[in-house]
């Protein structure tokens, strides 16, 4: 990790410790200290979780940030009511911050560079969800917020978009556990077989780039898979095609934020009616259900496609910080996890993340072999 890296690390802990402190004195709440004693708490075990992350290049700092709340909440024995709404607040709210930032980082023409790959990316979605929903539903009897992030998080960026889904469909700590859980070790078994398989049936640059791009779920997964691949052809320089194929997806988490927004507004608000037997507002149901940092979210992707955001530190800050608040965010989420029930009630959801992984590949495949030479030329792109 550079300076520049720990730097950005100790701006975000100010400006997350300072918005919790923030927070409760505009609210006129009693300064816990058992809370922001948890609060520090996520905010160091982020920070190790990221040099965890930056010793290898497989597994990235937010699954390492989950593991290490989930192990010390299960090694830690009466933990107290306060300390409990201390990392409750580090996995609400640092969560919108971090989405908000990762908007920051992405750019609308990237859809427009990579329109070749456009088809492949929807379809894979569509039968992400497809697979999480039939198989999830009627086999494995799975929640649907289950299979929403599932399907989401193997479909567009593993953990940012079961963080960002869950968070619209109100899941609770142990489903998003479980869902990241089953998308991270399918994204590990991509990123290290992939460019192996790729030279053993022979795939050229273009057709390995449409492959990482759009069945690897994690951005550093796709960089590390694509630089192994590079490594074993004996490139010397690897232009980044699979990375921009896959920003390609990491964009559409808008629309399909949006998609699960008014499916989710749908269903709530036919259930208050039911419930209440009464007219329930439509503009009353959005204000309850509609996740309002989805829209600065948007603002931010919006800013940067403008070209907005040029300078080197506050790009870095905005990639390295979205990243940090996330991992802080499932530190959070960790210390609300069992360990015992990781490997009890978290085996349906892996099985159902092992299916919707093998079903992209399987896909991704199909496509790249059939349609080789419209894959062949396509540009790498970045």
């Given at each position: 990790m550079t300076a520049q890296t720990w730097m950005i690390i100790l701006i975000c802990c100010v400006l997350a410790y300072g918005y919790a402190v923030l927070t409760d004195i505009i609210g006129k709440k009693k300064l816990i200290a058992r809370k922001y004693f948890a609060i520090l708490i996520v905010l160091i075990s982020a920070a190790a979780a990221t040099l965890l992350a930056s010793l290898q290049k497989h597994v990235g700092a937010p699954i390492f940030g989950l593991f290490i709340g989930m192990i010390i909440y299960n090694a830690t024995s009466g933990i107290s009511s306060d300390f409990k709404e201390g990392t409750t607040f580090a996995s609400k709210k640092y969560l919108s911050f971090g989405i908000v930032l990762v908007g920051a980082t992405?750019?609308?023409t990237q859809m427009a560079a990579s329109v070749r790959a456009l088809p492949l990316i929807l379809f894979n979605i569509c039968l992400s969800f497809s697979i999480a929903f039939i198989l999830g539903r009627l086999v494995l009897k799975q929640s649907n917020n289950i299979c929403t992030m599932v399907g989401g998080g193997t479909s567009i960026c593993g953990g940012t978009a079961i963080a960002a889904l869950?968070?619209?469909?109100?899941?609770?700590?142990?489903?998003?556990?479980?869902?990241?859980?089953?998308?991270?070790?399918?994204?590990?078994i991509a990123c290290l077989f992939y460019p192996y398989l790729a030279i053993a049936i022979g795939l050229s640059p273009e057709q390995f780039s449409f492959l990482a791009g759009t069945a690897i779920n994690d951005t550093s997964s796709v960089t590390a898979s694509a630089n192994q691949y590079a490594s074993l052809m004996g490139m010397e320089a690897y232009d980044g095609g699979a990375v921009s194929i896959k920003l390609v997806r990491t964009t559409l988490l808008i629309v399909v934020a949006l998609v699960v927004t008014a499916i989710t507004l749908r269903a709530r608000t036919k259930a208050s009616i039911e419930e209440s037997a009464e007219n329930v507002g439509y503009a009353s149901a959005i204000k309850q259900v509609f996740p309002w940092f989805i829209l600065v979210f948007i603002c931010m992707a919006v800013l940067n496609t403008t070209g907005l955001f040029t300078n080197s530190f506050i790009i870095a800050f905005f990639k390295n910080g979205s990243r940090f608040l996330i991992t802080c965010a499932l530190v959070g989420v960790g210390f609300k996890m069992?360990?015992?029930?990781?490997?009890?009630?978290?085996?349906?959801?892996?099985?159902?993340?092992?299916?919707?992984?093998?079903?992209?590949?399987?896909?991704?495949?199909?496509?790249?072999?059939?349609?080789?030479?419209?894959?062949?030329n396509a540009p790498l792109f970045g």
């Open positions: 992405l750019n609308f869950g968070s619209i469909i109100k899941a609770s700590a142990d489903e998003i556990g479980y869902a990241i859980t089953a998308v991270f070790l399918f994204d590990v069992k360990l015992k029930d990781l490997f009890t009630k978290g085996l349906k959801p892996l099985l159902l993340g092992g299916c919707t992984w093998l079903g992209l590949a399987i896909a991704s495949m199909i496509f790249i072999l059939l349609f080789s030479s419209f894959v062949n």
